[in-house]
């Protein structure tokens, strides 16, 4: 068995001199076999960036096209393939979008290999151990505070014990900041907890800790990228001295990386993404480290349905986590790429018996939207 063709797939929804914001552009990665299988992968990055990897001349042995590198492995055997990419690819760097490129691989081989032999990721990564998951929303507020507590209310309808929010400037603006958590801490009442993300808007321990201080009186479940993400003296400083727990995460690769954050931050939660991080092995090593460290471990997740069926598929075979991140947008990328987007009732996802990672994707859409630009 081996692979015959890579497809790396840029979608965007909004034309070129429109921006993205959230969700609206998107890079999937499908791996086909000479027996007639594909396995599906996503990174959330920069998707553009990802595709010409795998599509420019490489240069030389240490910068080469990813897809030359794929072409003509036996797919099951990941290990081997995940260190010649690594071998292949040394000169973009071991970080950042080769990573996230790497990721996208790593999902759809372990999705192929599922698919290969009959059975889930989950079970290939040591077995299922659990048929639910809590599951949290993330919306991103507006400055409109009546349309925050309308959303923050049918969430809550719908089941969700716990909200959280940020992006679009929240974080810049202490006064206008406490308006919309005081909105939606007085939508939801008590028995809702709710979590904000900075995304590393709070600039420093001083400054971050001001701001806890008037937001204090909302009691919020979790405080997420309060300060830039390499500003790790300002986790640590944070995570000892506030009364409230500080998460982060989401923008690292590799497991050093990992490593490093984990054991300098202190975070309460690591949040890493599998579409980011390396992907389904990489996931494995940093559960391993949030046991070493002492912290949880809440996936980041806000694309697509495969990152969430990916997500899924870690999380079922994970011994300590169970909470998953449950997206919001209302971008087609979420709401229709996958025809069988994984449901959320009453704050639960059931983890069903899947092959791979059980998605299928809506070609209809792909072809809408899918951006073919070659050099
Ligand atoms: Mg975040």
Redesign the pocket.
């Known amino acids: 068995m081996k692979i015959v063709k890579v497809e790396p797939i840029w979608l965007r929804v909004k034309p070129f001199n429109e921006p993205c914001e959230w969700g609206e552009d998107a890079f999937i990665l499908k791996i086909h076999t000479d027996n007639n299988l594909y396995g599906i992968g996503e990174s959330d990055s920069a998707a553009a960036v990802l595709k010409m990897m795998f599509e420019q001349p490489s240069t030389h042995g240490s910068c080469r096209n990813l897809s030359e590198i794929l072409l003509g492995q036996d797919p099951r055997n990941i290990k081997k393939i995940m260190d010649d990419l690594l071998e292949g690819s040394a000169y973009y760097g071991y970080s950042g979008a080769l990573i996230c490129a790497l990721s996208a691989i790593n999902i759809a081989l372990y999705d192929l290999l599922g698919k290969i032999y009959g059975v889930s990721v989950a079970v290939l990564l040591g077995g299922k151990r659990k048929d639910y998951l809590n599951a949290y929303a993330t919306f991103i507020p507006s400055q409109d505070l009546k349309a925050n507590a309308v959303k923050a209310k049918h969430l809550k309808s719908e089941g969700f014990k716990l909200l959280k929010f ?1 992006g679009a400037g929240f974080g810049s603006n202490a006064l206008s900041d406490k308006e919309i958590i005081q909105g939606i801490r007085e939508a939801v009442g008590d028995e809702v907890k709710l979590s904000i ?1 900075l ?1 590393g808007l709070w600039k420093n321990f001083s400054y971050a800790r001001e701001r806890f201080l008037d937001i204090k009186e909302y009691n919020l479940e979790w405080i ?2 309060p300060v830039g993400m390499n500003n790790v003296c300002d986790y640590a400083r944070l995570s000892e001295h506030l009364p409230c727990k500080i998460t982060g995460g ?1 923008g690292f690769y590799t497991q050093n990386e990992f490593e490093n954050f984990i054991k300098k931050s202190k975070v309460s939660i690591v ?1 890493p993404d599998i579409t980011r991080c390396g992907g389904f092995d990489t996931m494995v090593e940093v559960e391993k480290l949030s046991l070493k460290y002492g912290c949880d471990l809440v996936p ?1 997740g ?1 694309s697509t349905g495969i990152l969430l069926a990916a997500t899924v598929q870690f999380l079922a075979s994970s011994k300590h986590c169970d909470l998953i991140e449950c997206s919001q947008s209302t971008s087609a990328l979420y709401t229709h790429l996958v025809k069988n987007l994984i449901p959320c009732k009453d704050g639960i996802i059931a983890i069903e018996d899947v092959v791979g990672i059980g998605v299928e994707l809506n070609e209809e859409l792909i072809k809408q939207y899918r951006i073919d630009i070659k050099i």
């Open positions: 940020g993300d995304v997420e990228e989401e949040q980041h806000f």
